[in-house]
């Protein structure tokens, strides 16, 4: 395609910026619908959802443009999504799931929990990313379930 | 300070943003030595570096310009400090000290520990700082400390 055919579908730049942003968006509740189908405890549901979602960031171009669009968001002059909430209440649900399961004891915070979730998800994501090209982000994130999920 | 009085010390922008860089890097260190000194047990030393580290990021100019760089680093057209790799180094230090004296099980992974945690603590810095101008910074990190440290 060429930027002449880009820029005849979007006004400007920022508005291109804002339409990957929302596909990333768009992107990440896609790939929570995969794993809610399937047959398996919260638990397991939030390992899944993380490794799928892994896999997404190191393959998926838009999925990788979002992502430094995110990264970038202070120069793109438009209001962008708001990050990560939607992603949030979707692990914290599935780990509330996961407490009233007796997965989880009842001593722990599945909100504090999601939280730190994703922050060692999006912080992984981008050590990854500036250290190994992602090359080892599966590996990273698989860690990152071991020490946090119990 | 003038723009020119800035150019007048660095041959270009990419210099200046390097020079931001490395301080940045410096402080990280500056504030493990400060925790360091404190006669606290291993463990209480990595929660006490990640606060200390969380204030900083929160009050200091020159640190809230190093994570900018940091992340908007692929604009820079110089090679940059590898990242947080010194840092983790430090906190898996800690980390392999606490599992000696029995703070820590025999089965955790002071390495894996650390680099979830660096990569916790950076991803809740980042999104603290687009939600919430990092305000939240403390209790964030504080939530970091209570859900992976046990």
Redesign the interface.
Same mark, same amino acid.
């Given at each position: 395609m060429t930027k002449g055919a880009v820029y005849f579908h979007f006004a400007n730049k920022e508005a291109l910026a804002v339409a990957v942003a929302e596909e990333f968006y768009a992107l990440l509740p896609a790939i929570a619908e995969t794993v809610r189908t399937e047959p398996i405890a919260p638990l397991d549901a939030v390992a899944e959802l993380l490794i799928r979602t892994a896999t997404a960031f190191r393959d998926n171009r838009m999925i990788q443009a979002g992502a +430094?669009l995110q #990264? /970038? +968001?202070?120069?793109v002059e438009a209001a962008m999504p @708001?990050?990560? @909430?939607e992603y949030t209440h979707l692990i914290a649900d599935l780990l509330a799931q996961a407490q009233s399961d007796g997965q989880l004891p009842a001593s722990?915070d599945p909100q504090?929990?999601a +939280?730190?979730v =994703?922050?060692?998800?999006?912080?992984?994501q981008? #050590?990854s990313w =500036?250290?190994h090209d992602r090359k080892d982000l599966a590996e +990273?994130v698989r /860690? #990152?379930i071991? =020490?946090?999920l119990p």
């Open positions: +430094r #990264i /970038e +968001r202070h120069l @708001t990050p990560f @909430t722990s504090a929990m +939280r730190v =994703v922050a060692a998800f999006f912080g992984g981008h #050590i =500036v250290l +990273r /860690e #990152i071991d =020490v946090i």
